[in-house]
Antibody
Framework: EVQLVESGGGLVQPGGSLRLSCAAS????????MHWVRQAPGKGLVWVSR????????DYADSVKGRFTISRDNAKNTFFLQMNSLRAEDTAVYYC???????????WGQGTLVTVSS | DVVMTQSPLSLPVTLGQPASISCRSS???????????LNWFQQRPGQSPRRLIY???NRDSGVPDRFSGSGSGTDFTLKISRVEAEDVGVYYC????????FGQGTRLEIK
């Protein structure tokens, strides 16, 4: 059974940093691109970032480019989202998701809440 | 960027009645391999999204057969033949042609 478990969310002040983790199990992690998607309170889904199988290719939404960094550790079946220079508008539930054909996603984690507030 | 536009954004439906959600993309979603990659997701209240339909019309395992997807090119539809109480939630279409993007979401509620 595919499982994705996020951790690392919390309350952080504007300008601060946070590192999210996503632990994967139930599939061969090193064979899959992985994604981060976020959802602001009461709002829709917004794609944030993705990483290829060996970490050599990464993509970001314009809204986070230069502030967020995605990475992975295939030995530990885990990938990460380092979030710096956080803003109030980054407040959201952050989901990790597994890549699916066509640049889409299939399985999602349960999400971790990031709140940026003073 | 490919923009996904869903309608309606709110969908009140009587139990047992059909429901239909439209999703339109600003560009064709036909890939160079000839496939059209368009997914539908359901997000029940307080839950993570769950994929219902992949590649326009393929139901995921465990998805009731009252859900169906159709469409081509830029116009796609998710239909529920007879709405049940457990179908309440928000439905999203998603494309991955260039940068992944989602529709705004359609909130289905029981009338």
């Amino acid at each position: 059974e595919v499982q994705l478990v996020e951790s690392g969310g919390g309350l952080v002040q504007p300008g601060g940093s946070l590192r999210l983790s996503c632990a994967a199990s139930g599939f061969t992690f090193s064979n899959y691109w992985m994604h981060w998607v976020r959802q602001a309170p009461g709002k829709g889904l917004v794609w944030v970032s993705r990483i290829n199988t060996d970490g050599s290719t990464t993509d970001y939404a314009d809204s986070v480019k230069g502030r967020f960094t995605i990475s992975r550790d295939n030995a530990k079946n885990t990938f990460f989202l380092q979030m710096n220079s956080l803003r109030a508008e980054d407040t959201a539930v952050y989901y990790c998701a597994r890549d699916a054909p066509g640049g889409l996603v299939d399985y999602w984690g349960q999400g971790t809440l990031v709140t940026v507030s003073s | 960027d490919v923009v996904m536009t869903q309608s309606p954004l709110s969908l009140p439906v009587t139990l047992g009645q059909p429901a239909s959600i439209s999703c339109r993309s600003s560009q064709s979603l036909v890939y160079s391999d000839g496939n059209t990659y368009l997914n539908w997701f359901q997000q029940r209240p307080g839950q993570s999204p769950r994929r219902l339909i992949y590649k326009v019309s393929n139901r995921d395992s465990g998805v009731p057969d009252r859900f169906s997807g159709s469409g081509s090119g830029t116009d796609f539809t998710l239909k529920i033949s007879r709405v049940e109480a457990e179908d309440v939630g928000v439905y999203y279409c998603m494309q991955g042609m260039y940068w992944p993007s989602f529709g705004q979401g359609t909130r289905l509620e029981i009338k």
